[in-house]
């Protein structure tokens, strides 16, 4: 029995011994694999200390603009809301008209640039509305068509006050649907009140009606007198996209 637990001592006192001669090779390969990986690692490092490293910037501060078109709606009644939101955004687009294009595409080794006015496209479809919005939006259009082109495209219906909208793009490029229709009329009110209110607005009614008769004329190839005439009927006068056309509401059907 004493034979037998010496040699069972003797084997465990060995195999510890194994497993800590193990542990020691094994630490030592780690630690050997580290110190030639940190080699490499420098050695690659200063290979790149002898060279030169070029950054390019090759980002134009002024892209040359292409040919796009910025499009807005006048889609509905003419209503301050609407009116609002047009002349913002006719706003906004005029102060962001400007863009550079190359001059010669093609000389590419000594490139020109030139400074373009990128247009604005209207869409308008309305059966009216309030004549005071209307000239807002008249008035923006008329200021900043010598900053940029506003091409204005009548599709559906236009009608009343969104017929001098029509006509107030740029001369040329006034566009009409073929099936859409076009309706002048007089103006139109009502109010109440004391006699001297009434006739004071009377008054300003006749103003309104004058002006847009007057504007109207300038835009398009009618005579102030004839647009009078049609308006007197005191019915409503529907035009045709070709009678539109015609009468120089617009400049192509499309």
């Given amino acids: 029995i004493c034979s037998f637990l010496e040699r069972r001592s003797l084997t465990r006192k060995a195999g510890l011994s194994l497993r800590k001669g193990w542990t020691t090779i094994l630490k030592k390969l780690a630690k ?22 070029v950054i390019i910037n090759n980002i134009d501060p002024n892209p040359p603009a292409g040919d796009d078109i910025r499009t807005i ?11 609002g939101d047009t002349v913002s955004a006719l706003t906004y687009l005029s102060d962001t008209s400007k863009g550079m294009v190359l001059k010669d595409p093609d000389n590419l080794e000594n490139p ?13 479809s309305t059966m009216g509305g309030s004549a ?14 010598d900053n940029c082109d506003i091409e204005t495209v009548g599709v559906g219906k236009v009608m009343s006050a969104g017929v001098l909208l029509l006509a107030a793009g740029t001369k040329g490029k006034r566009k009409i649907g073929k099936n859409c229709r076009v309706m002048i009329h007089g103006m139109r009110a009502g109010f109440g009140g004391s006699l001297n209110s009434m006739e004071n607005e009377i008054e300003e ?43 120089g509401i617009v400049d192509e059907i499309v």
Avoid at 73 to 83: F, N, P, R
Wanted: charged share 30%; glycine share 0%.
């Fill in 32 to 53: 050997e694999q580290e110190e030639k990986s940190c080699s490499t690692e420098s050695a690659s490092l200063d290979q790149f200390d002898d060279r030169q490293i």
């Fill in 73 to 83: 709606t006048l889609y509905g009644d003419v209503t301050e809301k609407a009116c």
């Fill in 112 to 124: 020109e640039y030139e400074t373009i006015s990128k247009p604005i496209k209207m869409i308008i």
């Fill in 132 to 145: 005071a919005d209307m000239f807002a939006v008249y008035d923006t259009m008329t200021m900043i068509k």
């Fill in 205 to 247: 009614i006749k103003w309104m009606q004058e002006t847009y008769v007057k504007c109207l004329a300038d835009e398009t190839n009618m005579s102030v007198k004839h647009i009078k005439k049609l308006i007197t009927k005191q019915v409503d006068v529907y035009l045709s996209a070709k009678e539109a056309l015609k009468a």
